[in-house]
């Protein structure tokens, strides 16, 4: 099961993966946008593993998002999301993380 996949991967890389030179903290203020975050997990475990998570900085340029956690759990994952974010004194609607297509699962 899929949520929020990429229709064309390779161009994504092309575009995204392959243009970042830079890793920011969330908590960082030359992030201003977080474009995709991947989650990764089996079904029917309880938790989702942290694949990755994409950013913009204040130059307009793609960077590797640095997050404080490596999983989260499957129930309730968005409130788990907010009590780091809370924790971390970071706007995740800010950075446009509940933005339809940011979050992406792979089960």
């Known amino acids: 099961m899929e949520a929020n996949n990429l229709t064309d991967g390779l161009g994504y890389h092309n575009q995204v993966t392959a243009k970042i030179k830079d890793d920011l903290d969330w908590t960082s203020p030359d992030l201003v946008r977080i474009t995709r975050m991947r989650f990764l997990g089996d079904v029917g475990y309880p938790a989702l593993d942290k694949s990755y998570c994409h950013g913009i900085n204040k130059k307009g340029e793609p960077v590797n998002v640095i997050?404080?956690?490596?999983?989260?759990?499957?129930?309730?994952?968005?409130?788990?999301?907010l009590k780091w974010a809370k924790k971390d004194k970071v706007y995740l609607k800010g950075l446009g993380v509940f933005n339809g297509d940011v979050i992406s699962?792979?089960?």
């Open 105 to 107: 699962i792979l089960r």
């Open 67 to 81: 997050l404080p956690f490596s999983e989260l759990p499957v129930k309730n994952m968005k409130r788990e999301l």
